[in-house]
């Protein structure tokens, strides 16, 4: 087994690499139906009913990294708007069906982003 992480990893696959070496076991992009609205969260643990998202900070527009654009501003904002508002409106369904929510930025470490779905499944 390789000591060393590639940096370059994908947030979400290193999350998942590190969950399945813990020992966790999950479905990936499992989609979820609730009310016709079809969310399709990075990592689900079906039976604890815990929906684990990894957001970019640009597309989800982190309060830290996910400046607004200033340029293309005609198109690129609306654009970044809707994502917010559907990650807002796929957070509030699972929730009002009983699903934990974990959303996790990609510039969190690996380390806290573990720590955060733990406690959710825990
Ligand atoms: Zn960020």
């Known amino acids: ?5 590639r940096t370059d990893t994908k947030p979400e696959i290193a999350l ?7 020992g966790y076991r999950y479905r990936k992009d499992f989609p979820i139906v609730l009310d016709g609205l079809r969310v399709r969260p990075d990592i689900v ?22 400046r607004q ?7 690129w904002t609306p654009k970044l708007q809707r994502n917010m508002e559907r990650d807002r409106i796929a957070t509030d369904a699972l929730h009002d069906a009983g699903w934990q929510v974990v ?17 959710a499944i825990f």
């Not at 087994?1 to 992480?5: G, I």
């Not at 806290?112 to 779905?117: K, L, R």
């Open 1 to 5: 087994m390789r000591a060393n992480r």
């Open 16 to 22: 998942r690499k590190e969950l399945h070496r813990l």
């Open 45 to 66: 643990f079906t039976a604890r009913k815990v929906a684990v998202f990894v957001d970019g900070c640009f597309w989800h527009v982190c309060p830290e990294h996910g």
């Open 69 to 75: 654009p200033v340029s293309n501003e005609w198109y």
């Open 103 to 119: 959303r996790v930025w990609e510039h969190v470490p690996l380390a806290e982003a573990v720590s955060a779905v733990e406690s």
